[in-house]
């Protein structure tokens, strides 16, 4: 199985141009791809960053962070302070339980311990990516991607 950790930030044009790429990838390897997304909101460029990345944590707390996920990147453009509770209602969360996650600490300790993780991990901007632990920092285009994953695979 390989592993591809993608550090991101929900605000980020370049994170949203890489979103169907890595959803491309998702179908074309299957179980082979094992996704992790990791929480990397750059607060001083996208306001709604931080709370976009909270936002996805609570949903995982009901065993919905890839709805969410993929819901906040699909709008990425349309985004604003009430885009989250509405994401939240459509996907059918609990919204009581959804608001008292979006304030709970271990929630924000999580969002602040991927962004931390990544410094640890050079990242210096979104999207970053790492196969199997280490840093690709070639092309992310369809083509490229393919072909190095291919290549850890049939190694």
């Not at 044009?13 to 082979?32: D, M, R, W």
């Not at 453009?77 to 939240?88: G, I, M, P, Y």
């Amino acid at each position: 199985m390989i592993t591809l950790v993608e550090y991101g930030d929900y605000q980020c044009p370049h994170c949203g141009h890489a979103y169907p790429i890595i959803k491309q990838l998702q179908q074309t390897f299957g179980s082979e791809l094992k996704i992790v997304f990791r929480n990397f909101p750059l607060k001083n460029l996208h306001l709604l960053a931080v709370d976009a990345a909270i936002a996805s944590e609570a949903a995982g707390r009901q065993n919905r962070f890839w709805e969410m996920h993929d819901l906040i990147f699909e709008n990425q453009r349309n985004l604003d302070e009430t885009s989250f509770l509405l994401f939240a209602q459509q996907l059918g969360l609990d919204l009581e339980q959804f608001n008292v996650d979006t304030v709970a600490a271990d929630v924000i300790q999580k969002v602040d311990d991927d962004f931390e993780s990544g410094i640890m991990s050079g990242v210096n901007g979104t999207p970053t990516f790492f196969i199997n632990g280490f840093r690709y920092d070639g092309s992310w285009d369809l083509a490229d991607l393919t072909e190095v994953i291919s290549g850890v695979i049939n190694k």
